[in-house]
C-alpha cells in the first residue's frame, strides 16, 4: 500500500509501474483508449484476464474523489501481482476491466489546486497534517451550512486553496485551460472552488449526466437565477456550468458527455453478448455501498435485478464495514445519476463511497491508519465479492432488464 496524493503525473506513473513490475503473476494489458475527452485527453482502459465474464472497476467520475483512482489503481497492481486472497485469482474465467480515471479533465484541475498547497517533497507528516485540518474544516462548513443555508461565502474549506485560480493548469493542457477560465469568468465561482471540482472541463458532472435527472428542468431556466448545491457546497450552482452538479453543458439540449457514451456503449455491447456480470464505480467519501437500481418497470425482472444487487452488496459491505442500499433516485429524484441510470438495467452494479473521512478530494489522506484500513479492507471486500458473482455469474450474464438506450 503506497501512501500518496495522486496527480496526473503521478497516477501516469504508477500505472507505468504496474505494467512494467517482473512481479506480476497475471498480465495486465492496455487497451485503446475508451475515448478522447473533448479537451484531448485519453480515458484508459486496461484489463487483467482473457475469459468470457467482464467486471468493470471504474474509479475518478468525479474529477476531485481522488482516493477513488487511488484505490482502483492500487486494486489493479495487487491483482497483477496476486497479493492475498488475488493468488486464486482465475484469468481464464474473468476478464477484469479497468477504467481507472473516467474523468482525467476534473482531475488535473483539482489536482492542480492541491499540488499548489501541497507541492512535491512535501513530507508524509505534513501532508497528513493539512489533509487533517481539511477534514475538520470540512465537518465544520457542513455544521455552518445546516445553520445557515442562504450563506453563499467561502468556506473554510476553500479558503485553504482561495490563492487557486485556473492560472494555476498547465499551459501544456492549453484548451482544459481555457475552457475553466471561460467557465470561471462567466458565473464568478467562489474562491478555492477549483478544490471543488468533480465536473469535467466543460463544467458537467459526469454522475449528474443524464436525461432523468430533474436539474435538466431548471437548467438556464431564468437568466441570472441559480440554483446551489447542499450543504457545505451551498455556494456552487447546479444549474449551470459548475464545479459540481451540472447535468449538461447546453441549454437547449441533453446530451450524454462522450466520457458518459463510451462507458454505457461498452457497457450496453458486454450486457447484450451476455458477458457482464458487474460494474464497481469507485468514488471519494461516505463509507456505503450504494445498489438499489430505479425502478423505472413494475416487473419480476426489477425484482430479480434487485436481489442480486443486494446479495453481492451485502457481501461486500459485510467484508469492509459498510452500510448498504443508500438513497437513490426512489428516495429522492434530486440525486439521479448515472448509477441510477446503469441499474436500472444492469445486475451487479455498486457505487461504493470508499473512506469514512467525509471531505473530498485530501479528507481521506488526513489519517494515515484509516487511510490504510480504507484501502485493505476495500481488497478483501472486493475479492469476496467476485467469489460470489463467479457462483451467480450464469444468472448475472444472462441478465433481466434489457436496454432500452
Request: glycine fraction near 8%.
Amino acid at each position: 500500500m503506497k501512501y500518496e496524493l495522486l496527480d496526473y503525473q503521478k497516477y501516469q506513473d504508477r500505472i507505468a509501474e504496474i505494467l512494467e513490475d517482473n512481479n506480476n503473476v497475471f498480465q495486465v494489458i492496455k487497451q485503446a483508449p475508451l475515448v478522447y475527452t473533448r479537451c484531448d485527453f485519453p480515458v484508459d482502459h486496461y484489463t487483467i484476464g482473457y475469459g468470457p465474464k467482464h467486471l468493470v472497476v471504474m474509479g475518478g467520475t468525479h474529477g476531485n474523489e481522488i482516493i477513488g483512482v487511488d484505490f482502483v489503481t492500487q486494486l489493479m497492481g495487487s491483482i497483477a501481482k496476486g497479493e492475498g486472497e488475488f493468488a486464486h485469482f482465475n484469468p481464464e474465467e474473468f476478464t477484469i476491466d479497468f477504467i481507472p480515471l473516467q474523468n482525467p479533465e476534473g482531475f488535473v484541475i483539482s489536482t492542480t489546486a492541491i499540488k499548489k498547497v501541497i507541492p512535491d517533497g512535501t513530507s508524509d507528516e505534513e501532508v497528513e497534517k493539512i489533509c487533517h485540518d481539511y477534514w475538520a474544516n470540512f465537518r465544520q462548513d457542513d455544521i455552518d451550512a445546516r445553520a445557515n443555508p442562504q450563506d453563499r461565502g467561502i468556506k473554510r474549506h476553500q479558503a485553504m486553496f482561495a490563492s487557486v485560480t485556473p492560472d494555476d493548469l498547465s499551459d501544456e493542457d492549453y484548451e482544459l485551460k481555457e475552457s475553466v477560465k471561460k467557465l470561471w469568468e462567466t458565473y464568478h465561482y467562489p474562491a478555492g472552488a477549483m478544490i471543488n471540482w468533480s465536473a469535467n472541463g466543460s463544467g458537467v458532472d459526469l454522475n449528474a449526466n443524464t436525461p432523468e435527472n430533474p436539474k435538466n428542468e431548471t437548467m438556464f431556466a431564468q437568466s441570472g437565477v441559480l440554483t446551489y448545491a447542499g450543504s457545505r457546497y451551498n455556494n456552487l450552482p447546479t444549474n449551470v456550468p459548475s464545479p459540481i452538479g451540472c447535468p449538461r453543458k447546453d441549454a437547449d439540449h441533453f446530451e450524454f458527455e462522450p466520457e458518459n457514451l463510451a462507458l454505457l456503449t461498452m457497457l450496453t455491447n458486454l450486457h447484450e453478448s451476455e458477458s457482464f456480470v458487474g460494474l464497481f464505480t469507485y468514488h471519494g467519501t461516505g463509507g456505503v455501498v450504494y445498489h438499489r437500481p430505479y425502478k423505472f418497470v413494475d416487473s419480476e425482472n426489477y425484482e430479480r435485478n434487485n436481489e442480486i444487487n443486494m446479495e453481492v452488496a451485502n457481501c461486500y459491505g459485510d467484508a469492509c464495514g459498510y452500510a448498504t442500499g443508500g438513497r437513490s433516485y426512489l428516495d429522492e429524484p434530486s440525486i439521479t445519476g448515472c448509477g441510477d441510470l446503469m441499474r436500472s438495467y444492469l445486475p451487479v452494479v455498486l457505487l461504493v463511497e470508499l473512506s469514512v473521512m467525509g471531505g473530498n478530494p485530501i479528507a481521506p489522506y488526513g489519517d494515515r491508519n484509516t487511510y490504510a484500513k480504507t484501502i485493505n479492507s476495500n481488497k478483501e471486500a472486493f475479492a469476496k465479492a467476485l467469489s460470489l458473482i463467479s457462483v451467480r455469474s450464469e444468472e448475472i450474464a444472462k441478465n433481466y432488464i434489457s436496454s432500452s438506450r
